[in-house]
């Protein structure tokens, strides 16, 4: 942390006083270890709209007294810009976190973040009843917490407050499960992230009960303890909103021919390294990305008539998925499979595509190979990856060489093509020769005499 605010220093980004350091560019303030004595420098901070708290001594204020306030400070609070705090490594007292955070009413205050905090005791919440809050956005990762389970009472003090939070996010937490109650106080919350924790099948039924999340549109259930792809489907069921579902870094397993129904608004879907060997099914109906990427497919064979965005980039495919499937199709990434060539016809349909990634596959560079390749670079459409990402495999003579080098003029490939011609040619030179000789010297010829 010190070489970072060193480097900061040293870059002139920052102007040093007391322990928090300013960004008058990035509105951005920072301060580390504050204490009672250098508490003053806080003052800095207050042109900033981020500002980050990092260590300290929070504990020390829990006997502090915290009276109301005056107008004038309210009056200030209130002029204040800020709308981000982020807390980081600290013991947070609930205590104090329960006094304090009322006072953010009089603030433009809209996202709070806890990083890497233990949150330490029980609060009382009661004064929160009825008090609403400017913050729309909680986020809390890696943090240390008594359990959610039995605290509905202190979520119902702070439900006026909770019913308009639009965002929450609980990462790398330990949570093995939601409570349904808590589901049913976050009314307008429209994205939840509980990526790397520890919810399991059985915990996300109770989550997402009737009336839990009714406007949730993007759920990120990332990095989890997820098997069932047919239970987590009758899970999220009742959440009608949802547009974006995160199930990547699961171990997901195939079910026996699942009948559940995704919910018909979803549209993003990522199983990415879910382990999957094939596609599952069914597949949400209105899908318009989905990312199947680092996983063991050998084939993908499913139709998906509103598909924009297609990753299965670090698979096992031997060819890509015919483009024909997917009509509205923009982007297509094939890199790192097992793909030796692209078949003449398919480049045809992928030239119509935005962007096309193919690197790193084991190209077998015979003339219609590399020829596909280089005439659909030619069309600009492979992205970043061209020329350098792709290389031959085979033939020997071609091994190692980048795709792009590979000769394809139509002398080197359809010598065929260009040899017959050739031949007849010089055939009928021949011939026409012969004749001309025959004219012109008719004694050449003779017939045999019999003797
Ligand atoms: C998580 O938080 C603890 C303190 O609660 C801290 O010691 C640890 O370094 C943090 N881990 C990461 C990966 O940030
Ligand atoms: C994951 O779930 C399995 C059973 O489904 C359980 O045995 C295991 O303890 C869980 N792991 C974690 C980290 O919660
Ligand atoms: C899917 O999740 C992975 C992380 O697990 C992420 O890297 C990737 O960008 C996500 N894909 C999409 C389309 O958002
Ligand atoms: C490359 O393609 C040629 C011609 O189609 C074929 O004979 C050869 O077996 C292929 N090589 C590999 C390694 O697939």
């Known amino acids: 942390m010190n070489v970072a605010v060193l480097l900061l220093l040293g870059l002139g980004l920052l102007e040093a006083e007391g322990r928090c350091f300013f960004s008058r560019t990035q509105e951005h303030c920072v301060c ?65 976190l329960a006094r304090v955070l009322r006072f953010f009413s009089y ?3 809209q996202e709070l973040v806890f990083e890497s905090c ?52 609980v990462t790398s937490a330990h949570v093995t499960s939601l409570p349904c109650g808590i589901g049913r106080v976050f009314r307008a919350l429209r994205s939840l992230d509980v990526a790397q924790n520890s919810l399991g099948d059985d915990s996300l039924m109770p989550a997402f009960c009737e009336g839990a999340f009714p406007q949730l549109q993007v759920l990120s259930l990332q990095h989890n303890n997820l098997t069932s792809y047919h239970s987590v489907c009758k899970s999220v069921q009742l959440l009608r909103e949802l547009q974006h579902l995160d199930l990547s870094q699961n171990k997901l397993m195939a079910d026996p021919s699942s009948s559940c129904q995704w919910p018909v608004a979803l549209r993003i879907f990522n199983l990415s390294n879910t382990g999957l060997d094939e596609v599952l099914t069914p597949l949400p109906p209105s899908l318009e990305v989905l990312d199947m990427s680092c996983n063991h497919l050998h084939t993908v064979d499913v139709s998906l008539s509103t598909l924009k965005k297609l990753f299965l980039n670090q ?32 480049v045809k349909l992928l ?6 990634a193919a690197a790193g596959n084991p190209y077998n560079c015979t003339c219609s190979g590399a020829g596909g390749l280089q005439a659909l670079a030619g069309m600009g459409h492979l992205g970043q990856g061209w020329p350098q990402g792709y290389t ?44 001309c000789l025959v004219r012109s010297r008719p004694g050449l010829i003779q017939p045999c005499h019999k003797v």
Not at 322 to 342: A, C, F, G, K
């Open 32 to 96: 580390y270890n504050l204490s009672q004595e250098s508490i003053g420098s806080i003052i800095q901070c207050l042109p900033a709209s981020v500002v980050e708290f990092w260590g300290g001594e929070l504990e020390k204020y829990i006997a502090f007294p915290i009276s109301d306030l005056d107008p004038s400070t309210i009056e200030m609070l209130g002029s204040l810009i800020v709308r981000k705090i982020i807390f980081g490594d600290l013991l947070v007292p609930e205590i104090l």
């Open 107 to 109: 603030t433009h205050v």
């Open 118 to 169: 233990i949150f330490e005791g029980r609060g009382s919440w009661a004064e929160m009843a009825n008090q609403d809050l400017p913050i729309l956005s909680l986020r809390f990762h890696n943090v240390t917490s008594a359990p959610l389970t039995g605290r509905e009472q202190d979520f119902s003090s702070l439900s006026s407050w909770l019913e308009t939070l639009q965002e929450l996010a």
């Open 315 to 346: 698979n096992m495919l031997q060819a890509p998925p015919s483009v024909r499937n997917y009509p509205m199709l923009d982007t297509l990434d094939l890199d790192n499979n097992l793909i030796t060539e692209l078949p003449l016809d398919e």
């Open 351 to 356: 030239g119509h595509l935005w962007d096309v």
């Open 392 to 435: 031959c495999h085979s033939p020997p003579h071609y091994q190692g060489r980048l795709v792009k080098d590979v000769p394809v003029s139509v002398l080197q490939c359809n010598s065929a093509a260009v040899i017959a011609p050739v031949c007849i040619i010089l055939a009928l030179l021949g011939v026409a020769g012969a004749i």
